[in-house]
Structures are given as structure tokens and as C-alpha cells.
């Protein structure tokens, strides 16, 4: 193996260990409480827990929300199907997807076939 080859190994494994080391554990630091936008379409509604759940009183944007469509994915919510206490491990996870479907879109656009053919000379 050649110098490059070392040095590039070597960075995507540095790069490996840096997002592993971010997306798992400044995820452990995420709050778990309302964002802005949550905040936000709560206001005039009082969240009251019940036997069915967590319901809404008041006068609120949020009464006329209803589940997204990724709310049942394994990743929904940062956390691994639902469990609390992963949103470390459903970093990474997230972190590994988007690694793999990035890089392999790269990887066919780069390919030599993709590229026109150079026409000096003709």
C-alpha cells in the first residue's frame, strides 16, 4: 500500500471515529423537551395526561395536528423503535445510512462510464 493510500485510509477512519464520537454521544445531550416550533403551536393549550394519554386542552394549532407519516420508522423521534435511551445508538444509525446512500451516489456519478468522452483530436 502507498503513502496516499495509507493517508487516506487513515483520514476516513479519523472521520469514522469523529462522526461515531458526535452523532452518539452529543446526542445524549438532546433535550427532550419542546423545541420552538412545539412551543409554539401549544401555546393557549394545557397538556393534561389521561388514562387514553397525553391530551390537549385549550385553544391551540396543535389540536388539529396528527401524526406524520415517519412517525411508526424504526428512527422516529431519535430513538430506536420508540425505546428511551437510544438516541445515542439512533445517531450513529443515522449517521452510518446516510454515509452509505450518500457515498454511493457518489460513487456512481464518479465512475468513469458516467463521464463524456473527450472528443480532442476527432
Known amino acids: 500500500m502507498t503513502g496516499t493510500a495509507r493517508r487516506h485510509w487513515r483520514f476516513w477512519i479519523g472521520f469514522a471515529v469523529v462522526t461515531a464520537l458526535i452523532a452518539g454521544g452529543v446526542s445524549y445531550f438532546a433535550s427532550s423537551s419542546p423545541d420552538g416550533l412545539d412551543s409554539a403551536t401549544l401555546k ?4 393534561v395526561e389521561t388514562v387514553d394519554g397525553t391530551q390537549l386542552r385549550g ?64
Open 44 to 47: 393557549g393549550c394545557e397538556v
Open 59 to 122: 385553544d391551540c394549532i396543535a389540536q388539529h395536528a396528527g401524526e406524520h407519516a415517519m412517525a411508526a420508522s424504526p428512527l422516529a423521534d431519535y430513538a430506536i423503535a420508540g425505546r428511551h435511551g437510544t438516541g445515542g445508538l439512533a445517531g450513529v444509525v443515522g449517521v452510518v445510512v446516510t454515509v452509505v446512500v450518500a457515498g454511493g451516489a457518489f460513487w456512481l456519478i464518479s465512475r468513469p462510464w458516467a463521464k463524456p468522452k473527450s472528443t480532442v483530436g476527432d
